[in-house]
């Protein structure tokens, strides 16, 4: 099932959620740049979790938008499980404050751990019932249909306060297989605008022509030709300021308030980013992805041990 484009509507979410405030009315930044939250530029992603179980109407919808949000996909319990294993190695060195219950995430000041080693995530076998389960994999076979199969990398974030992820598509990191992909993003916790959640640019997937050079590219090339552009041609970023971006793009940047359960999944050709952390509490999420079993793989994230973006990903170009 490949995904192109048509029309999307948008959903104005509830003001509270379960004592936590949904609304962008505070000022809201991503990687330093602040963000323009009026009712033309910014909005609320649009739950779909009423179509879980019709198939066809998801694939509509992921044509048409470009993502899916679906709220309370995952039980609460088995996400609270995982988070307190994660909460728990992560607290090993003593990165959270005492004072504090650990379930609150607060870190000490100047810790920022920002990401949760592969070697950590591959062996906790409550994070892997999240990201490969059985309700995960009947979604992606029904949303893809047919059967599925999973990069066997876990990203995993672990975010303090500060910056958030600048503007990119994934397919810059992932495009050596299949280009049908879609990526998976799980909150592990309530995530609150303060602490800064993921967004999707509006009908940014329909920007594909726009944008063919960029999502044409690979962030393991190099220039052999060249021996001072060795290394990494690019870093992947489409900008690194979403403010400007949605201006030159047009469209609104679309986030949530998350709670734990949610979950947001998106084509390999829609722009995303997040918003800076201003919170001294911890945001931890994970990445994943899923495709069709009879479409070629990646080779970078598929293993036991994935060589993910190191020396023998590289691959040398003419410049």
Request: aromatic residues 10%; hydrophobic residues 35%; proline residues 5%.
């Amino acid at each position: 099932m490949v995904f192109t484009t048509s029309s999307m509507a948008i959903f104005a979410g509830p003001e509270y959620l379960d004592g936590m405030k949904t609304s962008a009315s505070l000022p809201l930044s991503s990687a330093g740049h602040e963000l323009d939250t009026s009712q033309s530029s910014w909005g609320e992603l649009e739950d779909s979790s009423m179509l879980r179980h019709d198939p066809i109407a998801l694939r509509k919808k992921m044509r048409e938008q470009g993502y899916l949000f679906m709220r309370s996909f995952f039980d609460r319990e088995l996400i609270q499980e995982a988070r307190d294993t994660l909460l728990a190695q992560l607290n090993e060195p003593g990165i959270f404050d005492p004072g504090y219950p650990l379930d609150k995430g607060v870190l000490l000041p100047g810790v920022n751990p920002m990401s949760l080693p592969h070697t950590l995530l591959k062996d906790n076998l409550a994070v892997r019932r999240v990201v490969f389960g059985p309700e995960i994999v009947a979604f992606y076979r029904e949303l893809l249909d047919g059967e599925v199969r999973h990069f066997d990398h876990i990203w995993g974030r672990a975010i303090g306060k500060g910056a958030g992820t600048h503007p990119h598509c994934d397919i810059v990191y992932m495009g050596r297989g299949t280009r049908n992909l879609c990526t998976a993003w799980i909150p592990f916790g309530d995530v609150s605008y303060e602490l800064g959640g993921l967004m999707v640019l509006e009908n940014s997937h329909r920007q594909a022509d726009r944008i063919r050079n960029y999502l044409t590219s690979d962030v393991d090339t190099f220039c052999e030709d060249n021996p001072s552009r060795h290394g990494w041609k690019f870093h992947g970023w489409l900008s690194s300021n979403a403010a400007s971006l949605r201006e030159k793009f047009g469209g609104r940047w679309l986030s949530t308030a998350f709670q734990m359960g949610d979950l947001l999944t998106f084509s390999m050709e829609t722009v995303h980013a997040s918003t800076d952390n201003q919170t001294d509490r911890i945001r931890i999420s994970t990445d994943t992805r899923y495709q069709l079993e009879s479409e070629p793989i990646d080779e970078r994230w598929i293993g036991e041990s994935p060589i993910g973006h190191g020396p023998n990903a590289k691959k040398g170009l003419i410049c």
